[in-house]
């Protein structure tokens, strides 16, 4: 964890040091994720440990409203261009990379200049509110799905160029979830999994998803800040690898605009005292009183939830109906159109059953998703929030009188109408706090504004690489 050194932390940086320098680590890059879902970066030589774990590394707060194409706007607390931060390595997650010879990475808490926690560290909201989970008796686990749609790098492209007129080259013409993807693509998908087995990450499935190019990696589960930084390290090793490949990776929300787009899943489960709140006998779906409560918190949160999980206005080209992005606000199990999807797992499994939110996509930063999911279940447990009836059917399928019969209404179809939904949500600006609730909404507003008056493939074209 990031804050000013004590001895022991002393004696965690030596051993460190012993330990990288073995593995010939020359630089360490030291990442957090901003509020538009872009992971931004400093690095360190590796014999700079010692000092960044005492003194940290400075880095501005106004990335705090930086958009996701690098402009700058402002909230009522922060921007402009006076202050500093400093971005504290967490020692217990430093990974040597193995698709960057000679690099290391650790995700950062970011604190001020007198070793106060900066209050819009969002990787330290996510670590407030798992523990405030901790402290209602809930322990909450979580995973993402990772999506990305692959393509041949352009030789000679000049990175100036306008990428609305880049022809994408995909590097295989494999049907969806076809197997002669995995042939034509078959080092590179091994190279991805052999990157992420030895940086510790424990990979479940690598498989082609629906869209040209598409692939999808997902890992185990773990803490909920665990898995927001296991978001980013996935992430960036598919990037490494790829680029090692000759090969580009895009996780934006619409790669194209018209086809199925990259989702970012959030899955959970929950347990109290080591025991799971999916596997209760006799319990409707199994789940446990606290368990519906907590969906059912998520469930009444979700348009709020959507300025956090689908942050970016081309979010909202991914988000049509019947395309599995789950955008009616219905849950359902085993219902890959509902935006909450429960899962029951194997009846013999004792530790089985969890939930995924669909909705999610990859512009979104992991940290707020996990922090505000949370937020939001926890409010359902004090509030004693219930969940409707589930949905078998596609709600996309419906007719608008069936749809309004049995209460499913659309997820905001805009990034605005998202905002406007977020901004008015108590609990969501009650866990965040102003600082850093008005830094989201500030970008949001931004990203509106920007994008207003631009038509679909230009929006997918401009957001295509900035994740
Ligand atoms: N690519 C889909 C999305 O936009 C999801 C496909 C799946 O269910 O894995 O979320
Ligand atoms: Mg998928």
Redesign the pocket.
């Known amino acids: 964890m990031g804050s000013p050194a004590d001895a022991e932390q002393r004696g965690h940086t030596r051993e460190l040091a012993g330990l990288l320098d073995a593995e010939a680590v020359r630089n360490i890059a030291l990442s957090w994720v901003d509020n538009a879902g872009i992971a931004r970066a400093k690095a360190i030589p590796a014999a700079r440990l010692a000092h960044a774990a005492r003194r940290g590394v400075g880095m501005s707060p106004v990335f705090d409203v930086f958009t996701s194409e690098d402009a700058i706007t402002a909230s009522d607390h922060l921007g402009g261009p006076s202050g500093d931060l400093r971005l504290f390595p967490d020692l217990d997650r430093i990974t040597v990379l193995a698709a960057q010879p000679g690099w290391a990475w650790a995700p950062a808490d970011r604190y001020d200049q007198e070793g106060a926690p900066h209050p819009a560290c969002q990787r330290q909201f996510a670590r407030a509110m798992a523990e405030r989970a901790t402290a209602a008796g809930i322990d909450v686990r979580m995973g993402f799905?990772t999506?990305w749609v692959v393509t041949r790098a352009p030789k000679g492209h000049d990175p100036g160029e306008d990428d609305a007129y880049q022809p994408l080259d995909y590097p295989c013409t494999g049907p969806a979830y076809g197997m002669s993807r995995i042939v034509e693509l078959s080092d590179y998908l091994r190279d991805v999994t052999e990157a992420l087995t030895l940086q510790g990450i424990d990979v479940h499935q690598i498989h082609p998803?629906?869209?040209p190019g598409?692939f999808?990696v997902s890992c185990a589960p773990g803490d909920p800040v665990r898995a927001a930084d296991d978001a980013v390290l996935v992430r960036e090793t598919v990037r490494a690898v790829s680029v090692r490949h000759g090969l580009r990776a895009s996780f934006a929300p619409s790669v194209v605009a018209g086809q199925?787009?990259?989702?970012c899943?959030l899955h959970f489960s929950l347990n109290r005292d080591g025991k799971s709140l999916h596997r209760t006998p006799n319990a409707p779906w199994g789940l446990a009183p606290d368990a519906v409560a907590f969906l059912g918190g998520v469930f009444a949160a979700l348009p709020a939830l959507l300025a956090v999980g689908c942050p970016s206005p081309a979010s909202y080209l991914?988000l049509q109906p019947s395309?599995?992005?789950g955008v009616y606000q219905c849950w359902g199990i085993e219902n890959?159109e509902a935006a909450l999807r429960l899962i029951p797992g194997a009846p013999d499994d004792p530790d089985g059953g969890s939930a995924e939110l669909?909705t999610f996509?990859g512009a979104a930063n992991p940290y707020l998703a996990v922090g505000a999911v949370i937020a939001a279940g926890l409010h359902g447990i004090e509030t004693g929030a219930q969940l409707p009836a589930p949905e078998t059917d596609d709600p996309g399928t419906l007719g608008v009188r069936e749809r309004a019969r049995r209460g499913i209404l659309r997820l905001p179809a805009t990034l605005t109408e998202a905002a406007d939904r977020f901004e008015k949500s108590a609990p969501l600006h009650e866990a965040m706090g102003k600082v850093l609730h008005g830094a989201v909404l500030a970008v949001r507003r931004a990203e509106e504004a920007r994008f207003a008056d631009v038509d679909a493939e230009e929006l997918a074209a401009a957001t295509r690489w900035r994740w």
């Open positions: 799905e999506e998803e629906y869209a598409q999808e199925v787009g990259n989702g899943h991914r395309h599995w992005a890959r669909k996509d």
